[in-house]
């Protein structure tokens, strides 16, 4: 995301819910601060994820599925703590809450038709239909052939599941279930347990610490001409240590 | 409790009937504003006046940002509460437009208006009293003549009805005033004569960095003592000391290094901040190169401040060299630096050029008063834009990001740090400041 799309993230992310309730769209909103306004380059408030939150987007099953489908792709394990521990699931519930959501900064007029990767998304889905339609259809293809809900199954078994649907081999006429996999579930998974905490996910910068990466220091000039490992720990956003 | 509280209402009531009448008898005489013989000869040069009212950064108090020209309305903080600066425009009504010269020598000089009321010193009259005849009475042209009249009348002061009195000032102006212009120094050479007349009448640079006493009163206006210029806190900020110590001071500036910043605001030591930005944006800039060489050298020729209770500085490679071996973690406020600070200051404190401030031996980060310091980290800032170096660069803004107590630590860490000895900080100063900046 470039740094504007960034910024009209985190003030949309702020403002939307009751500007949806009214209809209205945060695009037209957004103003441009003023140039002297220092304080507008202070990211909106910080929110990390909290332990017991309820989705405000998902339904029960839906929620089920989700939590499944983050516990697997990227587990607990050796490694350290996986999408779920990190609070991953409210990170996307959150993130449909969001201007990105509805695709309110996208382009979603028609013609819609199936084009080539190189020309982009080209479905007149929003992310939030993309899961709504998506786990609806994983869960009827899980419960017609295993005779479970994708949340009910064994992890093997689910990740499986994972597999053909990101293969294509499973497939709805209800859902683009590869796009759903590959655009949005594999996608959000991801940058719930690598963003900021702010967001909701990564709690307390166990993924970056799980690949040593310091945060947002923005600099490290001093540093790249030595050999010796980085030394210190990660900051985020908001100036948190860890 | 009731008789008592009435009893005390007679006796404050009696005290003022009684020091209002010696008021109003100092008040019936205005005093004369020694404005040579020649005056009424000599004809007043309004363009140069315009230049005058540059030196003298007349804007800075009398323009509104957005505001009409010149026609008052700026809030000045005194510890009773805000004044505002008065309309200066040739509007007869509410500016000076029915003003006598002598009237305005009177005004600049003696803080008395034609009425014979006073002026609260928020007008620095004691640094203008040094102004020469000629350049008030040019002055006087630019203002009456080059200047469009406003009709915006003057604001009442946000000090309790009570304190308004103003012929207390009176015996103030007895007590602090000095009624004499600039003696200029023959042997010291025509550059710094000019610079000590600019710095201490026109420029009025010690109405904000020379401390102030007890009646809130400069200590000095004439370099007469060790303290003028010697650094201040006033409005929420801590003008730095100008003198030559070479910690908190400019010692280790050359007078072309003082004269860059007083150009551009900018200079390989340091940045101006605050409101000094708005003195160069709107005064030093457009001053001609020699008045600016000749503040510097005049400013340079200013000896050490006393140095107990200062900080110092000598430069050391300590800093750095424990963040490189990843021993931070002992000091505090040293992992906040590396988080949001380092980027551009840089772990040696460096900074870069004309760009990101040097923090070690910064007259700011050292002063006496850690407001600034505080200030910028809370606030941050935005460099003036100037002619000869129009970027505005800024510093984000801290205090969203850290509370009280984080940016004590901080700031204590730049304070003492890369050979920076400076007192720490504390969390109450940090309170302090954050509490003016709303």
Redesign the interface.
Known sequence: MSDTNRRAFLKGSVILPPLAALGVSSASSQQTPAVDELAASAPAAATPAADDYKPTYFTAPEWAFVQAACARLIPNDANGPGALELGVPQFIDRQMGTPYGDAANWFMQGPFFEGAPEFGYQSQLTPKQQYRLGIKAIDAWCAKNLGRTFAALKPEQQDDVLKKVEAGTIKSDEAPLKTFFSGFLLKNVMEGFFGDPMYGGNKNMAAWKLIGHPGARADFMEWVDRPALYPYGPVDLHGRQA | MRLAAQSWLIVILALIAAVAAFGLAINRNLPDPHLGPAMAKRAPNPSRGAYIATLGDCAACHTTPGGAALAGGVPLATPLGSVYSTNITPDREHGIGAYSFTDFARVMRQGVRPDGARLYPAMPYTAYAKVSDEDLQDLFAYLTQKVAAAPAPDRVPGIPWLLRVRWPLALWNKAFLQDARFAPEPAKGAAWNRGAYLVQGLAHCGTCHTPRGLGFQEISVDGGSAFYLSGARLAGESPVNLRGNAGDGLGRWSADEIAELLATGRSPHAAVLGQMGEVVAQSTQFMTPDDRSAIAAYLKSLPPAPEEGRATYAPSGAT?AA??A?R?STVPGA??F???C???H???GEGEGRSFPHLGGSPTVLAQHPDSLIRVIL????LPATEAAPS?L?????G???DDQ?VAALASFVRQSWGNNAAAVSAEDVERVRKGLR
């Open positions: 750095l963040f490189m990843g931070e992992r906040m590396m988080d949001s380092a980027a551009c840089r772990l040696s606030k941050g800032a935005r505005r800024a510093m984000p803004p801290f969203w990001r850290y984080q």
